[in-house]
DNA sequence: TTCAAAATATGAACAATGTTCATATTTTAT
DNA sequence: ATAAAATATGAACATTGTTCATATTTTGAA
């Protein structure tokens, strides 16, 4: 079909030229999402940050979701560098676990409109998009997996506790994330921080 | 100013009205949440449902927020005769905390649009809004409240333990539901109703 | 270097959204 | 019956995501 030099170099140099065009777009979107809030990201005001024209979008992506959701991996990539930030001098083991728990949530108390797009925004079914929920519902236990395995070796619980303590810590941190950020709830920010600490710590006591 | 036969009475008449309409608008409000769902939801659809103009609705509320999150007391009186038709029977205390809490979270899992109501949806900052945040972040604990009692005036919990339960259950439900009805986690109902049911238990348990 | 073809970028246009407003219509009270 | 007040409404607007025909740029061979 199409007439190339040397097959493999070519393809190389286009996709190396679409994937920077990508990059651009969703260097955009993030900036915009940490900065204005997800209330001020459009089409369009991705498009002018990225300096292209919004139909330009369309020619590397088949839809702003799909924009959107390529930012997840980014997103992760920095709140684990923030947790692990947070918790680098910390005994290993339970204590760490809280930490990183916490220093989680304080990441997406610090940034909304990650937490919208990580557990709000919708995603169109697809089989793309089930593995992007997944890294998504999967992401604390990912941060955490290193201290888990740490407490199983030292049986200062069973893997079988562990699977347990990881989904409620999971689902807990989500509602209380979801809660004080879309309803205000507790309003005071004290009050939730220690809310969150002091229902981390229950959940870690069984 | 106006000029009347008899102040109260024309009051009334003007308020009885007003009322009603506003109700034929909050009707197909809460029609299309739970038919077709959030996703159908338009200023042009409820009115089209109401059988008016959309430019009327705007006559009777400032704008389709307000109209939405009047609809919120109505699905609260309903999840509620939910839970009580399916926890009547049950004997009182800790097991009919646990199924209200369940039933509770069922309903949500039947109107997914009423969730997105009740957590989702953002509430401009006002003073009316935090009541209904309230009224909504209130609301399992509304549900326990007799139970709760119950257990207290039994001793088989102190009011302290109980109010750490009722915000651990708030949070955890919350989460729960958030995960499983936009990422799909777990992606089987049973895994999401088993799970569901045990961390309530556990949270019970202490 | 030149030029045709392929690749890429873009603005016009569309449908759907919430909202406002001037005006048409209906209701009210005398 | 009629003037005035209340109410209902469609036209219009700004903003949204998306598509598409076309303008522009890049590419590679002569």
Redesign the pocket.
Known sequence: M????NDVY?MNR?EI??QR?KDYFIQATKEILKGEGIQA?????IAEKAG?????L???FK???ELIFLCVKDFQQECQEYVEDKTKDLQRGEKKIIATAISYAEYFVQYPSVFEIFFIEKLPNSTENAKISELISSFLEKLCQEEFQYCIDKKSFTDEEIREIVKELNCLITGILLLYLNRNYPSDYGDFAKNLKSQIEKTMKK
């Open positions: 199409f007439i190339f030099y070519v286009k030229q679409e065009m990201l459009s089409v369009r005001s292209y024209s919004f139909a330009t369309y020619n590397y839809d702003v979701k």
